[in-house]
């Protein structure tokens, strides 16, 4: 330990104020960003608790640990804490808020009260959110999906939940709303568009979709929350309605959240490997580019997921033909990444493990899709747990594998201090081999035709769904194992320098954990772009003389 870090450590923004109001009513977008951290940590274990229960149920045909009315009741709240609570916010919330204004060269974001409000509704909702479970006729049991009309005639407590995922919705608007403004107006004086770095872009391209599809989402909740009160008949037969309507105003959304939930992952593992490999990125302006053609085009691809819905055959095909061009600008990024790593002077650290693995994962996750894309392959694995298993793939496989290496990557910088590199190493094995033996089973057991949403199933399905079971138990230790990891080496870890990865992005030129106003000194910006290594000795000459 030297006495520069040690100076670090207690001039960092850890120790400019102590007391839980000084964190909860904090402006600075350091401590929001980890108000927003240890938030979604409680939720994942809480969804992650739910996902291992409906795993042990699967073991054996018949009931084993629960009636198939609670089933459907935690596979909805699985569904609601994954996605609205910690998938959706994770990369944004966490490392967007922390990140974001110090890649850009600046002290925080453009608008601190609304970052505040928006954590304040985050919240609310997930507090509204959990109160269900205790409050009025019982928990939801119909899918995190609110499918109508059965949304609309169930008579658990749906209505208090549909109005958590609302505001749920604005405070991601408002996350959206502020990463815009900052982008805009608060770069540093000589970070042009083709300097800012990738992960800056591909949060700008989410914040687009934040903003112009999450209210769409917002105004199909509260319509069915009308129809539920009042009995209007805008999605219910019965009265008139049309169910296949919600789903397409539901689709109109939540397809592009999935690029919400996914871009900004991938702007980290855009981060992360040109570190690794000690090089510049390969295609810089092709991953920035495909960045903005991914939120774009994933505007008009909501009709992939309703192609048994009865929908015109015209229809089909051309959401079919926008289904697979999504794939171009992925798989762009894709190829840029492999480029990157090529020939460079590779460092095997744990970040980079869990990007590699995102990789993998991601590309099994796409592959799958496309095959869900495909008309006359989706009408036979609708509605199975193939669908499941490629999800999982996409969002888990890919978004959440990449926010624990992000925790890895930027872990010394936010907290000053490093991890056991051992256990991480062990942790990551083991939720690897876990992840892909889990999922991997369901898609086996999906494409045979066992159906998604069933607590029972046919014997012949018996021993995919053990082998499944037995999976997510060694994906609970590795995942429990990470944890454990990172949690003992924040407070017992060994101290980091300013730069233990040889970065030249902006967050490696101040100190670790960064001090309360970010930047003492004008930051270093080279005039080849965000990734220009050939700076390294000058950053690290100057984290020695700050």
């Known amino acids: 330990m030297t006495d520069t870090n040690t100076t670090a450590m207690e001039q960092s923004f850890w120790n400019e104020k102590k007391g839980i109001f000084s964190w909860i009513f904090t402006l600075d977008h350091k401590r929001i960003a980890l108000l927003y951290l240890y938030a979604i940590t409680a939720f994942f274990l809480v969804g992650m608790t739910l996902g291992f229960l409906m795993r ?46 110090i890649m850009l060269g600046t002290d925080d974001v453009a608008l601190p009260r609304l970052n505040l409000f928006s954590w304040w509704l985050y919240i609310i909702g997930a507090s509204m959110a959990l109160l269900t479970l205790v409050y009025g006729p019982g928990s939801a049991d119909t899918g995190w999906t609110f499918y109508a009309p059965y949304s609309v005639n169930t008579d658990t407590n749906v209505t208090l939940l549909l109005f958590a995922a609302f505001v749920l919705g604005f405070s991601s608007i408002l996350t959206g709303l502020n990463f ?129 819905s009865g929908m015109s055959g015209e229809a089909r095909v051309v959401f079919s033909f926008v289904t697979y061009l999504v794939a ?8 840029n990444w492999v480029a990157t790593l090529y020939k460079g002077s590779i460092h095997m650290t744990p970040n980079l493990l869990w990007s590699t693995s995102f990789i993998f994962n991601f590309m099994i996750g796409g592959l799958t899709g496309l095959i869900l894309g495909a008309l006359s392959v989706d009408v036979h694995v609708h509605d199975t747990a193939y669908v499941v298993a490629h999800f999982h793939y996409t969002m888990f496989g890919g978004t959440i594998f990449v926010f624990f290496g992000a925790m890895h990557y930027w872990f010394p910088k936010i907290f000053g201090r490093m991890y056991n590199k051992r256990l991480s190493y062990i942790s990551l094995t083991l939720t690897f081999i876990g992840f892909n033996v889990t999922y991997m089973a369901m898609l086996i057991v999906g494409g045979q035709g066992m159906p998604r949403r069933y607590y029972d199933y046919l014997p012949e399905f018996t021993t995919l769904n053990q082998i499944s079971t037995v999976g997510s138990w060694v994906l609970v230790i590795g995942i429990l194992m990470m944890i454990y990891n990172l949690v003992r080496s924040a407070k017992k870890g060994e101290i980091a320098t300013a730069n233990p990865w040889n970065g030249v992005t902006l967050e490696w030129q101040i100190p670790s954990p960064p001090p309360l106003h970010n930047f003492v000194k004008a930051p270093i910006l080279s005039d080849k772009g965000p990734y220009d290594f050939s700076i390294l000795d000058q950053v690290n000459r100057e984290n020695l003389e700050n």
């Not at 403004?181 to 989410?206: E, N």
């Not at 171009?328 to 190829?335: D, G, N, Q, S």
């Open 56 to 101: 042990l149920e699967l073991i054996a045909p018949g009931q084993t640990i629960m009636e198939a009315t609670t089933y459907n009741k935690v596979f909805t709240f699985h569904g609601v804490i994954m996605i609205f609570l910690v998938i959706i916010p994770s990369i944004p919330a966490v490392f967007g808020n922390f990140m974001l204004p």
């Open 180 to 308: 815009i403004v900052t982008i805009h107006r608060l770069r540093a004086p000589k970070m042009t568009w083709f300097k800012m770095p990738l992960f800056a872009w591909s949060l700008y391209a989410t914040a687009w979709i934040q903003l112009l599809a999450t209210p769409i989402v917002g105004i199909t909740l509260l319509m069915v929350i009308a129809e539920r009160t009042f009995g209007i008949g805008l999605f219910d037969p019965a009265l008139g309605g049309d169910p296949v309507l919600y789903q397409h105003l539901f689709w109109i959304y939540s397809h592009p959240v999935v690029y919400v939930m996914i871009l900004p992952a991938m702007g980290i593992i855009s981060e992360i490997l040109p570190t690794a490999a000690q090089r510049t990125i390969f295609g810089y302006k092709a991953i920035a580019i495909s960045s903005m053609a991914i939120a774009f085009l994933g505007y008009f691809v909501w009709g992939h997921h309703m192609f048994t």
């Open 328 to 335: 171009i600008p992925t798989a762009i990024k894709v190829f």
